[in-house]
């Protein structure tokens, strides 16, 4: 490449000219850039904040406006009932005068019984095996088979309950035609003589024996409505055990036995003169239609509708196109005996969000967003529930408070539909600004790139040429230099490239002898290295064989499965499980005749040094128990004064826990301080039995035997013993919580029924499904002993 194509300025993305280009028309066009640039920023801003106040107020009125549209739905449920607890309440005052006023109760029997007597006199039914009143009075009286006499009439105090409830024929007429509509009035007696008294007159006990077969044969009250008698007579013994300050008592919907319509009956029970017991009740139904017609004819939007639900999330009232769209599905109980309610609940719902709608107190009145499936689609809905005034509800058991809701359901695009448009019409505005914003900016930034470019050629070719030597320099060219005529900066910068370039190539030869000289110097160093590698790996070799010969040796002297199977009276069965290649763990089975001494223990840490200290300890225990030591706390003092005077020896800051248990016919000698020792009995309870006052550990001190104390066991047949070291408790899930004693009890328990292979077993099989894969950092030792 010759010294004319080098000063040829080249053109690309990286190259000086370019840059040149970008930086002298970014400054030149900067003011427009900020002045372009704020311009934007206030017609955005602009627009969200109209966006903002616009999608606030809507949202307030919107929702304030749903909000409105539950409280008064709620109020004008809440005024129906209170019409019918009204009305309700008025017939039960009368009554109760009756029952406070003996003597009043009894003229106005006669008086009745003589002026009108087919509200009195009750003709046999043979069929039935009850008797009524005839068609043509006010009002129908049922009563019972169990009410009558042998010669089929009521019994005296029976009729005596008839004649006095004849009152409600002067009362019930006026009451059904004024307040609020109600479907039937009537007074039902207390418990010793349920009469049926009702007005308008039905074919009351006929409808009975065709839906209900058995009540007449029945208590009247526990047959229809079992346990509202007793919560009642609860209220009388204490009125402040009242669910809810009020005595009427108001029933789930059910179907009505006489007119087969959904139905909610609303008792006000009667007191007994002494306030002591219940003398009947008054009450009142009103059909289900009357409540939905309020909750079905909420209309909001397009298709936003009302409902009207219990606090168990059951469905009362809501029109066919609502329960569509929030996934309900209705049954019935279809039991023959009592009344049959209706269930249509919303835990029930296909739809999840519906299913899992809170109907708590603190969701009063709040506004939820929630997402419906509608044909595959998730569709925005907004939810508000009402609750009304609470109420004592009787639902097949004991009256209990209840609070029903009123819910507004709406979609969101009909609630929000002019806020929508609103955000709409400001955004379409925002972005025809923007454009015409972004328009101008390019048009001027173009102007300005091409005027600059077009100059750029005659300043940029000197740096041209500067780059095309420096890349042949870069391909170890060392011969290239740049001939630039100019006196400014950049025919300096040609002149100290060439002085650069002429360095280079003097150096070039010396720098790769260096080179070559410290590629040897590094591989002596690498030789030397792979040597210490080689010889490290020897090392580790020889130490894990010295491992391996130690844990063998710790094995070894374990006692082997043909010595635990031989004992006579007990079955053993034991585990350990070393943390690293050495344990520190401690077990070990010495019998002498029928005495067998079991020892358990856990030296501090593990490793060899552990390991090694747990050799010493189960070769002392062994020569004690060959020299015919009998005691258990001389037994125990000496091994420690051997152990001790090991441990000076070896300099070492070691010491254990040690447990020892001697076992002779039906009894186990405790002594030792360790971990709790389990005792499981016959019928599986777990006994623990604390050590920590039964010894001192091992090689702290060098006369433990004041400290040295020994508790015996009953240990009869079938009973288990279960002795562990702090690996068992200690080890650890993946979640860091540990195994616990109260873990070792329970799967002591459970598996105490089978042999000791298999109780060991089923504790490790615990265990280590507890762990799982987190690693072992205790060594784990377990010791099963079985009573035969």
């Known amino acids: 490449m010759n010294a004319e194509s080098e000063r040829t300025p080249r053109f690309g993305l990286r190259s000086f000219r370019a840059k040149f280009i970008l930086v002298v028309g970014g400054a030149v066009l900067f003011d427009l850039l900020v002045s372009g640039g704020l311009a934007l920023w206030n017609v955005q801003k602009l627009s969200r904040d109209a966006t903002s106040e616009v999608g606030e107020g809507l949202t307030q009125a919107n929702q304030e406006y749903i909000l409105s549209y539950a409280n008064s739905t709620a109020s004008r449920v809440d005024l129906l009932l209170d019409r019918v607890h009204g009305d309700v309440k008025a017939l039960a005052g009368v009554l109760q005068g009756q029952i406070d006023d003996p003597a009043r109760q009894e003229q106005i029997g006669a008086s009745l019984a003589h002026q009108a007597p087919g509200s009195v006199n009750v003709v046999y039914d043979p069929k039935g095996e009850w008797a009524q009143n005839l068609p043509g009075a006010p009002s129908v009286v049922s009563v019972w088979g169990y009410l009558l006499g042998p010669d089929h009439r009521p019994l005296p105090a029976v009729q005596n309950e008839i004649e006095d409830s004849a009152v409600l024929d002067l009362v019930a007429p006026s009451l059904l035609a004024g307040g609020s509509s109600k479907l039937q009035m009537y007074f039902i007696g207390p418990k010793e003589r349920p009469i049926f008294r009702t007005a308008p007159y039905t074919d009351q006990a006929q409808t009975f024996d065709r839906l209900y077969p058995g009540h007449n044969k029945a208590d009247f009250w526990e047959f229809f409505f079992p346990g509202i008698y007793g919560s009642w007579q ?9 669910p809810v300050a009020d005595d009427i008592t108001q029933t789930a919907p059910y179907t009505d036995a006489i007119t087969g319509k959904l139905i909610v009956s609303f008792f006000s029970p009667l007191w007994t003169r002494d306030r002591t017991g219940v003398a009947g009740t008054a009450g009142a139904d009103i059909t289900l239609d009357q409540l939905a017609e309020i909750v079905e004819s909420v209309k909001i939007s397009d298709t936003g509708f009302g409902f009207l639900t219990m606090s168990n999330g059951n469905v009362v009232a809501i029109n066919p196109a609502g329960e569509s769209v929030i996934g309900l599905k209705s049954s019935s109980d279809k039991a023959t005996q009592g ?22 107190r603190n969701n009063d009145g709040v506004i939820q967003h929630i997402m419906l499936d509608q044909q595959g689609e998730n569709v925005p809905y907004i939810v508000v529930l009402k609750k ?3 109420t004592n509800l009787w639902s097949s058991g004991p009256v209990k408070p209840e609070t029903m809701s009123v819910g507004i359901v709406v979609p969101e695009r009909e609630i929000y539909a002019s806020l929508f448009a609103a955000q709409n019409s400001i955004s379409r505005a925002t972005n025809r600004i923007l454009l015409y914003q972004i328009a101008a900016i390019a048009l001027s930034l173009l102007i300005v790139f091409a005027a600059v470019a077009g100059i750029s050629k005659r300043i940029t070719a000197g740096l041209s040429a500067l780059a095309g030597a420096a890349k042949r320099l870069q391909a170890k060219d060392y011969s290239v230099r740049v001939n630039i005529p100019t006196r400014d900066e950049v025919g300096e910068a040609g002149a100290a490239f060439n002085r650069m370039a002429e360095q280079i190539s003097f150096h070039t030869e010396n720098l790769e002898q260096l080179v070559d000289d410290r590629t040897k110097e590094l591989e002596g160093a690498n030789k030397e290295i792979s040597a210490l590698n080689n010889k490290l790996r020897d090392e580790n070799v020889r130490l894990g064989a010295e491992l391996a010969v130690a844990k063998h040796i710790q094995m070894m002297v374990l006692p082997k499965a043909g010595e635990l199977e031989a004992m006579p009276q007990v079955e053993i069965a034991a585990y350990m499980r070393p943390a690293d290649e050495v344990g ?10 029928a005495h067998v001494k079991i020892g358990i223990g856990d030296v501090t840490g593990h490793g060899l040094e552990s390991g090694v200290l747990m050799l010493m300890v189960q070769s002392v225990a062994r020569a004690l128990q060959e020299t015919g030591e009998g005691d258990p706390r001389q037994f125990l003092d000496r091994l420690n004064r051997a152990i001790f005077k090991n441990i000076e020896r070896t300099n070492t800051d070691k010491h254990l826990s040690l447990a020892f248990l001697d076992f002779r016919d039906e009894r186990v000698t405790l002594s030792g301080q360790h971990e709790e020792v389990l005792v499981v009995r016959g019928a599986g309870e777990v006994e623990r039995i604390d050590t920590i006052d039964l010894g001192l550990p091992v090689g702290l001190e060098q006369d433990i035997k004041p400290f040295i104390a020994t508790r015996d066991i009953p240990f009869a047949s079938g009973d288990v013993i279960v002795l562990h070291t702090d690996g068992v408790t200690e080890a650890e899930n993946s979640e860091g919580k540990l195994f616990g004693l109260d873990r070792l009890c329970k799967s002591a328990s459970e598996h105490h029924g089978g042999s000791a292979e298999e109780i060991k077993t089923g504790i490790i099989d615990d265990l280590m ?7 072992i950092h205790d060594d784990i030792t377990l010791v099963i002993m079985r009573h035969r």
Not at 584 to 593: A, E, K, S
């Open 234 to 242: 609860q209220w009388a013994a204490n009125p402040a055990s009242r």
């Open 339 to 360: 009344v049959t309610g209706l269930e249509r609940s919303l835990r029930g719902s296909t739809q999840p969000a519906i299913a899992a709608l809170p109907l708590d």
């Open 388 to 390: 009304l005034n609470p």
């Open 584 to 593: 520190g763990d401690y077990y070990d089975v010495l019998q002498d005749g």
């Open 769 to 775: 499904a507890y762990i799982g894969t987190q690693k």
